[in-house]
């Protein structure tokens, strides 16, 4: 009798505990969801304050939208100059060939070396990722630095900037277009 009643035990607690776990799938569905809906409403909300800022310059939203993608494909290809080290040309950033991109492949590298992730114990592992990450640090530093004085790169986000500001003065003003509610 007692082996029944345990085996009745053990049955309500499993039913119970799936129960639970499927209430905690619901529970992370729907905060899945609300991520999602908070993320477009966020996009949207910046759309909408980039659409307002331009008809406040009296610019066409949508030329000036246009505009915007111009520019930041621009300062992706400058950035890009950052991240691998690369000019264009075939040079490198002086103290930087691998760019920043190098910098977090030596580091985690260096972390993998050192054992991480490090036990909360483990004082040897733990000097040795912070020693790896001031490396990091200073290695993104120094690409940082050259990639901020280099005469192309300045060049370029010079040449950025002026086509940006041409592209916005070719747009029709922000009261030519018709907005729909």
Same mark, same amino acid.
């Given at each position: $009798?007692?082996?029944?009643? @345990?085996?009745?035990? !053990?049955?309500?607690? &499993? $039913? +119970?505990?799936?129960?639970?776990?499927?209430?905690? =799938?619901?529970? /992370? $569905? #729907? +905060?899945?969801?609300?991520?999602?809906?908070? =993320?477009?409403?966020? @996009?949207? #909300?910046?759309?909408?304050? &980039?659409?307002?800022? !331009?008809?406040?310059?009296?610019?066409?939203?949508?030329?000036?939208?246009?505009?915007?993608?111009?520019?930041?494909?621009? +300062?992706?290809?400058?950035?890009? *100059? !950052?991240?691998?080290?690369?000019?264009?040309?075939?040079?490198? !950033?002086?103290?930087?060939?691998?760019?920043?991109?190098?910098?977090?492949?030596?580091?985690?590298?260096?972390?993998?070396?050192?054992? /991480?992730?490090?036990?909360?114990?483990? /004082?040897?592992?733990?000097?040795? &990722?912070?020693?790896?990450?001031?490396?990091?640090?200073?290695?993104?530093?120094? #690409?940082?630095? %050259?990639?901020?004085? %280099?005469?192309? &790169? *300045?060049? $370029? +986000?010079?040449?950025?900037?002026?086509?940006?500001?041409?592209? *916005?003065?070719? #747009?029709?003003?922000?009261?030519?277009?018709?907005?729909?509610?």
């Amino acid at each position: $009798m007692r082996r029944v009643g @345990s085996v009745l035990v !053990l049955s309500a607690a &499993v $039913m +119970l505990a799936g129960g639970w776990v499927s209430k905690a =799938r619901a529970d /992370a $569905m #729907c +905060l899945q969801n609300a991520k999602t809906a908070f =993320r477009s409403c966020a @996009s949207q #909300c910046k759309s909408d304050f &980039v659409d307002a800022r !331009l008809t406040c310059r009296n610019v066409q939203p949508a030329c000036g939208q246009a505009c915007l993608a111009g520019r930041q494909a621009c +300062l992706d290809n400058v950035n890009l *100059i !950052l991240e691998t080290g690369q000019v264009p040309g075939g040079g490198t !950033l002086a103290n930087c060939n691998g760019g920043t991109d190098q910098c977090k492949a030596t580091f985690q590298a260096a972390r993998q070396a050192c054992g /991480a992730p490090c036990q909360p114990s483990d /004082a040897a592992c733990t000097g040795c &990722v912070d020693n790896a990450q001031v490396t990091d640090f200073e290695c993104r530093d120094v #690409c940082r630095e %050259n990639w901020r004085t %280099n005469a192309t &790169v *300045i060049a $370029m +986000l010079q040449s950025c900037q002026s086509s940006f500001k041409a592209c *916005i003065q070719q #747009c029709p003003p922000a009261n030519a277009t018709t907005t729909v509610p």
